[in-house]
Structure formats: C-alpha cells, structure tokens
C-alpha cells in the first residue's frame, strides 16, 4: 500500500468511523474499561513473576529460616538467634549473608515519643538490598556482629516528617529506651525494607547488635524465644543449590546440639528452611495475582465477543459501501485493508485510553494495598505492560477484521448493486450463534462463581464475632524504663496508672489488661505434665476485669485472682478452642501447664468464648491463651464517650502525673486496629461484587446482542411459521430449544470446572476463596434466572413486532 493510498483509506476508515458514532463509542468504551483492568493486573504479575527485583544477584538469594521439629509436630519459620548467629559465623554456603531482623522502638526524644517500624541488619543487608543513600552514609561495617557501633540510617518519609527535610540531620541523635544512636545517613525515597520486614515500612536501620532482645549482658533472648521476623538473608556461592545449602546449614546446627537440646528440651531437630527470596517475599500472594489475572482474562474475553457482535451488526450496514467500491473497481485486497484500518483506528484509541485508566488505576492499586501485599511500590506501566498493550492492539484489529470479512462474500459485491443487498453479506450460522451464547454464559459463570467464593471468605471473616467489643475502646500500655521495684512493690502502679487515665476528659472506664485486637499477634506454646508439648497458639496479658470490660465471656470457671496479678500465683485462661484441642473430650479447668518458667506450672483458671483473629483464623481457629497481666508493663483497655477521642498527649499528661519518667508504648483505637485488620476483605467484597456486576453486564449485553441480530435475520422464516398457523408458544418453544441446550451445558460446564478447580486447588487458595454451597446455590439460580432473561427478553421484542408484516415487505 502506497503512501498516498494509505492516507487516503485512513481519511475514509476515520470519516466512517465518525459517522458511526454509536458504534465506536461502545465499541471503545467497552475495550478501554476491560483492557485496563487487564493492564493493571499485568503489571502485577509482571512485577510478582518477571520484572527483576533490585537485590543482589536475585538467582541465587535466598532467605534461610528455621523449622523447629518435636515429635508430633514442627514449627517452620521462627528462629532463634542463637541459630541465625551461628549460621552467620560459621557461613561456608554464602557469598555474603545478612543477619536481620524488624521491630519497634520509641524514639523518646521526638514530640509525641512515636513508635517507629525498625530494621535491625548487619552490614551486608545495604549490599544485598541496594540501599541507595541520599544524604550522608551508610553505618560503619563492624569485625563481628555483636560489635555495637550508635549510628544508625533514616528512611527519607522520617526525615521529612520529623527533620523537615533539612540536611543537618546528618549528626543529631535519636534517643530510645536502650541507648543513644546518632543518624549518619537518611536513605533515598525509592527504597523500602522487603515486605517480609514490617511490611516495607521500615524507618530506621540499626545495626543488628543493637537489638537488646538478644545483645545485653544480662537474660539475653534464650533457645526457646522464637521470632517470625528473625532471618538470614544470603548470596549463594556459584554452584550451591537450596538442598546442598540446607544440607550444610543443617549439620552446623548439628555441631552445637547440646546447646540448643538444653535450651530447647523438648525439640527433637532443627532443619534450616532455605527459600528463593522472590517465592520468600511474595508468600502466597502469588495465587492471588493469578486469580486476579483469570478473572481479568475473562473479561477482556467476555469483552471481545461483544464487540465481535458490533462488528457483526457493522458489516450489515457496510455491505452496500463496500459494494460500490467493488463495482468503482476495488480489489478484494484493498477492501480488507479498509475494514482493517477502521479496526485498527478503533484499537488504537481503545487501548491509548486503557492505558491512560490503567495509569490511574495502578496509583490507585497502590494505595489500596501498599502495606498489605509485596512489591506494590514497584507497579508501574513497564516494558511487559506496554508490549501487551501492542499486541492487543494488533491481535484485536486483525481479529475484528477477520470476523467482519468472514460475513462479505467478496465474490458477490460487484452483484450487490443488481441484487437489492441479496447474498452480500452472509448470516451467522446457528451453530454459530450457540457457540457464542455458550461462551459468553460460560466465562461469565466462571467469573461470577469464582468472584462468589472470594467474596464468601470476605464475608466470612467480616461476620464473624471477633470475640470483643471494639466500640470506643482504646489500647493503652505505658511503661516505667528504669523501675528496678520487684513485682509486689509495682503492682500498686497498676491503680495508680488507672485512676490517672479516669481523669482524662471523656474516659468513662478503665480496665486492666492489653488486647490481642491488633494486626499482629504473638504465640506461644505450654507443655503438659506428661511432656506434651502444644503448638503455637496466639496470647495475652490481661487483667481480672479485662472479660468483663470487652465482652468476651468466661464459659467456665472464673477470671484471674488478685495473687496472680501480684505473681504469688499462677494462673491462666484458654479459650474454648484450645480446650477442645488439648482435651477434646473434657475440661483442661484446673489442669497444669509449663510455660514460661520452668519451676511454677501455671494452672487452668477459666475457659472463655473464642477469639477470632481475622488475619489468622484459619491457622488457629480461635484459639488464645489469657495470661495474668502482671506489673511489668501497664497496659489498659479505656472506654471513652460516644463522640470523644483519645489521644497521647492526653495520656502522656496523664501518666506523667505518676511518674514523669512513663512512657507511651502503645496507643489503639479497637475500631481503627479492627479496620486495619480487616482492611483487605473489605476491599476485596467490594471488588468481587463490582466484579460480579459487570461481568453479567457485559454478558448480559453479549448474550441480548447476538440473539437479537440473529432472531432479527431469522424474522421471514418467523413470519412463514405465523402464516402456517404457529403460535406463539409454538414459537417461544422452538427458538428457546435453539438456545437453551447451549446455555444450559455451559453453564452445567462452568459450576463444573468451578468446583472441582476448588477440590483440586483447595489448599492454595483456601486464604481468599470459600465454597460455600448456600451462596454457591443463590449464585446458580440468579445466574439461570439473568440466562432465562436474555434469552426470552429478545425472542419477545421479534414476535411482538409481528414478523408475518415481512412477508409483504418482500
């Protein structure tokens, strides 16, 4: 094609096009909203699967954690530090290794005493993760990891927000409870700590020795002191695999078992756990962008045999133009040429517009998930984006034009002008048209069905009871660095600290106890008298009030007395959960325990109603331990009036009329903690039933389109039927036997492939999918009922327009 004749084509296709104003615009409104759903989720999977993450020689870094074996069970993923230390001393596997681990620390000498996220490293980490730096430097490497050197580095959001961007930072101090550290470097805003670190929102990098949970002189972090977070991050030597790596790791644990045997009696081994750091940081959230991008896919599919109808519908109308040209002389190559330029104009600007939404929509996906799912800050419209983005363009344009030629019979268009518009343009064959309706049925049962299972877990976890009241009720635990007083002596503190927050304005009741309504837990096990020990299950430390304060009953037995507040006893309460599963066919009321110490069981005061952690319920189904809250710290629950707010300044003021050296360690709104924890299923319920919603939209509108175009071409064979005396119920049973076998086994197909997908794929999904068959059942019969609808919806609109009037038409 010339370049004069290209031009002049293009002029036309874009003239046709304007002309045709209904037919572009749901054409292009239609691509451009389902292709950037689509480019978004591709640039998710492209992030989760193909773009390289900025570590070092990310092939072979790997993660190594820890799997704690006993007899009748293991504990994969929480580690000692004895073991990371000895991993990171007696490294023969590792190019370069990094000892990490995150945390929380108040920074005393900043306004407001705030709790900030922190990383405790070793030198290698800067390396490993590329720490790119803005102002100033990076700590000063060490000899050995225990060596304590004061500095540390600030993420660039913390200098902002509390150094107000100036560079003097470089050399001022922050002051924790342990020490003094002075800030040598502020690191730059791109950067941000692996999700598997607090989530990517790390503020302040320590050396890993200033981590005073296991480096301090006195009571360092024992065998048996397990951390989630606690990990050797490493480099592979060139020819290492994951088995060779843990082969080696596992037998230098091996030299020092009689350490971590008298730390940790009842263990039988410890295997080292060695993950690629993709897989490591990702966890499970990679089925979830693989759900996402199936149901994407459906989309955009359901999307295309909609607009494969427009075209259909198009050639109707454009067989008379393309006729003309025929007889003027155009060949048949040059008529494709022009339906493939107006496909490709059509193409074009759909996905420009879909990739401009998709811009929005990625800021958007970013401020949804950035804290609640890895690598979000890197979503981007990148290289795989844009090359799906081309091929689309190019696959669809060629596609609609095929579909539009495969209806002109090109031999027959010079015979077109003679003909009245006979024969021109061939109809959809009625197999045709079943295979269409029973695509269309099928992508969108599968999408509305799969779309119900998540949303029936989201709901799930949003109905069920938590298991405490959150309204208007605050978390408060202050703490006292430097009250050296025995327990006996601190426990006076706990009313004193009590009736000082009363005095707050608005404080309407003050109950003793922290509160496991927080996004993060801790766990811990007991072992029974005969040895046994359990598995981890979530805990707290609460007050003889605490029950009663946030509504979670006590089934049987009592709360704790006042001698185990003072620590003169020990006791504690389990749920119902735990009952059932360390005494399935009795009460654990009155049974002992070891725990904590060793010498003093501690013994089963109460059962109580279950606690029902959203983020963990399916791990531990309700199951929490209630530990005596004695005077180590003070930790209060505070119900305030209904349109009142707590606040720490409030409480510092408050706590310091006690003791002005008190501390603020924590400070939660129950709602806000509760909102947080559920954020996600939020989103996701109302994802699904966007989801849900526009797909039978789009096939609503598929399905009504193709039986009307076909059941319009079928109104002289309608009409003959009338004249020979058919009813209309006559007619109503035929045409609807023509449609609903198709209809009828894809959907059968689709509930199919839905359920036994789940059966086989249960486990991996079973964090964001349910099958439950109440909802599954409503589903089913909505979906039949919106079947039924576009299919009898157009056949009414054909027979009540009176197709026998077309026989005088013709």
């Known amino acids: 094609m010339n370049i004069v004749r290209f031009n002049n084509q293009f002029k036309l296709a874009v003239q046709s096009l304007r002309q045709a104003k209904g037919f572009s615009s749901a054409i292009i409104l239609t691509l451009s909203l389902t292709l ?151 690191v730059d805003q791109s950067f941000s700590d692996p999700f598997m670190f607090n989530k990517g929102k790390g503020q302040i990098w320590f050396k890993f020795s200033a981590d005073a949970r296991y480096y301090r002189e006195e009571n360092p972090s024992p065998w048996y002191n397990l951390f989630g977070t606690l990990k050797l991050v490493g ?45 490591a940081e990702l966890g499970d959230n990679n089925y979830l962008a693989l759900l996402l991008l199936a149901g994407v896919i459906g989309l955009v599919l359901i999307a295309l045999l909609n607009v ?32 493939l330029l107006e496909t490709s104009v059509l193409m074009a600007l759909s996905v420009f517009i879909a ?193 009663e304060m946030t509504g979670l009953k006590i089934i049987e037995g009592r709360t704790f007395s006042e001698a185990a507040l003072r620590g003169e006893k020990h006791e504690f309460l389990v749920t119902k959960a735990v009952n059932d599963l360390l005494k399935p066919d009795g009460s654990l009321l009155g049974e002992k325990f070891l725990s904590f110490d060793p010498d003093n069981p501690v013994e089963v005061v109460g059962i109580t109603e279950n606690f029902n952690h959203p983020k963990s319920f399916g791990k531990h189904r309700g199951r929490h331990f209630w530990w005596a809250s004695q005077a180590y710290s003070f930790p209060y629950i505070v119900k305030m009036e209904e349109g009142k707010a707590l606040n720490r300044e409030l409480v510092f003021q408050a706590a310091h009329t006690v003791d002005e050296r008190a501390g603020l360690w924590r400070l939660t709104d129950f709602e806000k903690e509760y909102a947080l924890m559920t954020y996600m299923e939020r989103i996701t319920r109302n994802l699904c039933i966007m989801l849900a919603l526009f797909t039978l939209f789009l096939a609503g509108i598929g399905i009504y389109g193709v039986l009307s175009y076909n059941l319009g071409l079928r109104r002289y ?18 045409l609807f036997q023509d449609t609903i076998m198709p209809l009828a086994a894809a959907f059968c197909l689709a509930v199919g492939v839905c359920v036994l997908g789940y059966r086989l794929f249960g486990k991996q999904v079973q964090e964001y999918m349910l099958l439950n068959p109440v909802w599954l059942t409503g589903v089913c019969i909505g979906i039949l009922g919106f079947a039924l609808f576009a299919t009898l919806y157009p056949m009414s609109k054909v027979l009540k327009a009176k197709p026998m009037a077309s026989l005088r038409q013709e």
């Open 36 to 186: 950037a759903c689509f480019f978004v989720v591709m640039s998710l999977v492209s992030s989760y699967f193909v773009k390289p993450l900025n570590v070092e020689n990310e092939q072979r870094l790997v993660i190594v954690e820890q799997e704690n074996v006993y007899e009748d069970k293991s504990s994969p993923g929480y580690q000692s530090f004895q073991s990371i230390e000895h991993w990171y001393k007696n490294n023969q596997v590792f190019e370069k290794a990094a000892a990490v681990v995150s945390g929380q620390k108040i920074i005393r000498n900043l306004p407001g005493q705030p709790k900030i996220e922190v990383t405790y490293a070793s030198d290698e980490y800067y390396e490993l993760f590329r720490m790119p730096i803005l102002l100033g430097r990076h700590t000063e490497p060490v000899s050995h990891l225990g060596e304590k050197i004061q500095e540390v580095v600030i993420s660039y959001q913390f200098w902002q927000k509390y150094f107000d961007g100036q560079e003097s930072v470089i050399g001022k101090s922050i002051q924790t409870n342990d020490a003094q550290f002075t800030i040598v470097g502020v």
């Open 235 to 279: 480099v592979l030597k060139e020819g290492e695999t994951n088995s060779s790596a843990k082969a080696q790791l596992h037998q230098v644990l091996q030299d020092i078992k009689s350490q971590w045997k008298e730390g940790f009696p009842n263990i039988v081994d410890l295997v080292p756990i060695v993950t690629s750091f993709r897989k």
């Open 308 to 339: 494969s109808n427009l075209f259909v519908s198009r050639a109707v109308v454009k067989h008379k133009q393309l006729a003309l040209q025929a007889v003027l002389g155009a060949k048949r190559k040059v008529i494709f040429q022009s339906i």
């Open 355 to 547: 990739l401009f939404l998709a811009a929005w929509g990625i800021k958007l996906f970013k401020a949804l998930g950035m804290g609640f799912l890895p690598l979000v800050s890197s979503l981007t419209l990148d290289s795989m984006v844009l090359v799906s983005a081309l091929l689309c363009c190019i696959v669809f344009a060629w596609l609609f034009a095929w579909v539009s030629s495969r209806l002109i019979n090109f031999s027959q268009l010079r015979a077109q002008v003679q003909s009245s518009g006979k024969g021109a343009v061939s109809q959809i064959s009625a197999k045709t048209v079943k295979i269409m309706i029973a695509v269309q049925l099928f992508v969108a049962s599968c999408l509305v069905i799969g779309s119900t299972m998540v949303l029936s877990k989201s709901l799930e976890t949003l109905h069920r009871p938590l298991g405490s009241d959150i309204d208007n009720l605050y978390a408060v635990q202050i703490y006292v660095p430097g009250l050296d007083d025995d327990l006996s002596v601190r426990y006076k503190y706990i009313e004193l600290y009590r009736q000082a927050l009363y005095q707050i304005d608005g404080v309407t009741k003050v109950g003793h106890g922290g509160s496991p309504v927080e996004y993060n837990i801790r766990a811990s096990t007991v072992t029974d008298m005969s040895g046994k020990e359990s598995v981890f299950i979530p805990q707290a430390w609460v007050g003889q009030d605490y029950f």
């Open 717 to 734: 064979e309608l009409g003959i039927r009338m004249a020979l005396g058919a009813k209309n119920k006559k007619l109503y049973k035929q």
